[in-house]
């Protein structure tokens, strides 16, 4: 192999397997991680214990991303896919297992498990792994990589290797470096936003909303009075709007419209029901109890905390009891509860977002290789990438993929650069033997 080595830049989940799958075919590889361990991000994911990938068929997890990306990423997700991943790290003696919504994680609940795993593959390669390593820039010549600029030395490469994660929760050291070091030797840039981020609202809702969780309901953003957006699962309000599974699913495109339209957060708190059934169910429900208040009937479909609230955007006294409770009010009240308008969105988090949008443009970017069109021997991979899917382990799943090919692809082109294509070591490894039985 080249005397000069392959550099990873990043030691998350894309960087990780990139390396590992680079040595294990050979190259001398060298991982600049910025933090003083490997896989911090991946220590929060899945609040906390570490959604590895999603169990679901790999065309399944693929087409959680929107259309673009789940085209790019079709080579990288059938030569690396989740069965692979969860073997690595259960040859390691963690153990996985699945939950009832597909969701694969450490057995033990531990994301800590999880890394140390991962990163022991990269013992076992003979990996250089160099902690607290700043990168100052790249450094190429006439269209060709020749090496990483860091802030006390520089490495001569011809294959480098960008795994440096997007812009999101900047304090686990993901601060958009990577994309910026594209940019400067010709990458076009996605502008950054947030995915799966909390979601500001404008008036800010009352402190004592705070931790109420509402189950199955639908949120929906609406863009100048046009719904653009909608996801049936469970939401929370925190103190600075809301959270929860719904909330972080529609937040990309929550993002994406805030620059330039009034963007509008809304709220069915019975998706699955029409109007005219709830109408009913809400009738009958008055009509078994006439004399008590409106306000203690509802208690048994909201939360306490919110049932005088709603009663007063509906313009019903919560103090109604059934006996006079008219039709009208009972129309409105289910307004109400089909569409209720939680507030203008005001901000999207990046910094709080699990997952970056935007990044290096995929058309400059071979899906099957992970090079890069625009610079030779760049290979990029992971959420550097203007990829973003799901709430699940499908964004994971993409850094492992992608992450593999980028790591496969540079142990070939290295080789192939100094006329040592090894058919032995290269040619039979297939992928079938590429991860641990």
């Known amino acids: 192999?080249?005397?000069?080595?392959?550099?990873?830049?990043?030691?998350?989940?894309?960087?990780?397997?990139?390396?590992?799958?680079?040595?294990?075919?050979?190259?001398?590889?060298?991982?600049?991680?910025?933090?003083?361990?490997?896989?911090?991000?991946?220590?929060?994911?899945?609040?906390?214990?570490?959604?590895?990938?999603?169990?679901?068929?790999?065309?399944?997890?693929?087409?959680?991303?929107?259309?673009?990306?789940?085209?790019?990423?079709?080579?990288?997700?059938?030569?690396?896919?989740?069965?692979?991943?969860?073997?690595?790290?259960?040859?390691?003696?963690?153990?996985?297992?699945?939950?009832?919504?597909?969701?694969?994680?450490?057995?033990?609940?531990?994301?800590?498990?999880?890394?140390?795993?991962?990163?022991?593959?990269?013992?076992?390669?003979?990996?250089?792994?160099?902690?607290?390593?700043?990168?100052?820039?790249?450094?190429?010549?006439?269209?060709?990589?020749?090496?990483?600029?860091?802030?006390?030395?520089?490495?001569?490469?011809?294959?480098?290797?960008?795994?440096?994660?997007?812009?999101?929760?900047?304090?686990?050291?993901?601060?958009?470096?990577?994309?910026?070091?594209?940019?400067?030797?010709?990458?076009?840039?996605?502008?950054?936003?947030?995915?799966?981020?909390?979601?500001?609202?404008?008036?800010?809702?009352?402190?004592?909303?705070?931790?109420?969780?509402?189950?199955?309901?639908?949120?929906?953003?609406?863009?100048?009075?046009?719904?653009?957006a909608e996801w049936r699962d469970d939401i929370m309000f925190s103190h600075e709007g809301v959270t929860g599974p719904a909330a972080l699913e529609v937040s990309r495109a929550a993002a994406g419209l805030l620059d330039q339209h009034d963007v509008e957060l809304r709220f069915d708190f019975f998706p699955a029901k029409e109007f005219l059934a709830l109408d009913a169910e809400l009738n009958a429900l008055v009509l078994s109890q006439r004399d008590k208040m409106i306000a203690t009937l509802l208690n048994a479909w909201l939360p306490n905390r919110l049932v005088e609230p709603l009663l007063t955007v509906a313009g019903v006294d919560a103090a109604t009891r059934g006996h006079t409770f008219t039709r009208n009010h009972r129309r409105s009240v289910v307004q109400v509860l089909k569409d209720w308008k939680l507030g203008n969105v005001a901000t999207v988090n990046l910094e709080r977002g699990e997952v970056t949008a935007g990044g290096v443009t995929l058309g400059e970017v071979d899906p099957r290789t992970m090079r890069s069109r625009k610079v030779k021997g760049l290979y990029l991979c992971g959420e550097v990438l203007d990829v973003a899917g799901r709430v699940g382990g499908y964004n994971l799943q993409a850094a492992f993929s992608t992450g593999f090919v980028a790591g496969e692809t540079a142990a070939r082109d290295c080789q192939q650069e100094i006329g040592i294509f090894d058919h032995a070591t290269l040619l039979n490894k297939t992928h079938s033997d590429s991860s641990p039985a």
């Open 1 to 228: 192999m080249s005397e000069l080595p392959i550099v990873v830049i990043g030691g998350g989940a894309a960087g990780i397997i990139a390396a590992w799958r680079a040595a294990s075919l050979g190259g001398r590889v060298i991982v600049l991680e910025r933090n003083k361990k490997l896989g911090i991000k991946l220590l929060i994911s899945g609040g906390g214990k570490c959604n590895i990938t999603h169990a679901g068929a790999m065309e399944e997890v693929r087409t959680t991303f929107v259309a673009g990306e789940a085209r790019f990423l079709k080579p990288s997700f059938f030569q690396f896919t989740n069965d692979d991943i969860a073997r690595m790290i259960e040859a390691k003696g963690v153990k996985t297992y699945v939950r009832p919504n597909g969701r694969i994680f450490p057995l033990n609940g531990s994301a800590d498990d999880v890394v140390d795993a991962l990163a022991s593959y990269l013992d076992d390669a003979n990996v250089d792994v160099r902690l607290n390593a700043r990168v100052i820039s790249l450094k190429q010549s006439n269209g060709q990589i020749e090496g990483v600029k860091l802030d006390k030395e520089e490495i001569r490469s011809h294959h480098v290797v960008i795994a440096t994660g997007g812009a999101s929760y900047p304090k686990t050291g993901t601060t958009g470096d990577g994309v910026a070091w594209a940019k400067d030797v010709g990458h076009t840039i996605i502008p950054l936003r947030p995915a799966l981020a909390p979601i500001g609202v404008e008036p800010r809702l009352p402190a004592d909303w705070r931790g109420i969780a509402l189950r199955n309901g639908s949120l929906m953003v609406f863009a100048d009075g046009k719904k653009v």
